[in-house]
């Protein structure tokens, strides 16, 4: 069974920082790639980060780019997001989505291309 499983959220404050995990299970990121999608209270889910189907190279959302890094550990099977100066505006919860690798960031667009969804990570940030 395919599955993603983030962890990794929590309560921090303002100019904090986390780090997410996203576990992947029934795949390897030899062939499937995984992004971070964030859905901020009351809103609609947006992406965040993934990594380009056509190069590899990390993607970030306008409003998190200098301050949100994400890598993978091939050995861990594993996703992560660094997410340093946090907010408040970025509270919300965290998903971590999965495609195939030729498919999914496909010229640099993190919607394209997802077939599987975890189930989210909370993360709120104080003011």
């Known amino acids: 069974q395919l599955q993603v499983v983030e962890s990794g959220g929590g309560l921090v404050q303002s100019g904090g920082s986390l780090t997410l995990s996203c576990a992947a299970s029934?795949?390897?990121?030899?062939?499937?790639?995984i992004g971070w999608f964030h859905q901020a209270p009351g809103k609609v889910r947006d992406w965040v980060s993934c990594?380009?189907?056509?190069?590899?190279?990390?993607v970030y959302t306008a409003a998190v780019k200098g301050r949100f890094t994400i890598s993978r550990d091939h050995a861990k099977n594993t996703v992560y997001l660094q997410m340093n100066n946090l907010k408040p505006e970025d509270t919300g919860v965290y998903y971590c989505?999965?495609?195939?690798?030729?498919?999914?960031?496909?010229?640099?667009?993190?919607?394209?291309?997802?077939?599987?969804w975890g189930q989210g990570t909370r993360v709120t940030v104080s003011s």
């Open positions: 989505a999965a495609g195939p690798k030729n498919l999914f960031g496909d010229y640099g667009d993190c919607r394209v291309g997802i077939h599987y």
């Open positions: 029934g795949f390897t990121l030899e062939d499937y790639s």
């Open positions: 990594f380009s189907a056509n190069n590899g190279s990390a």
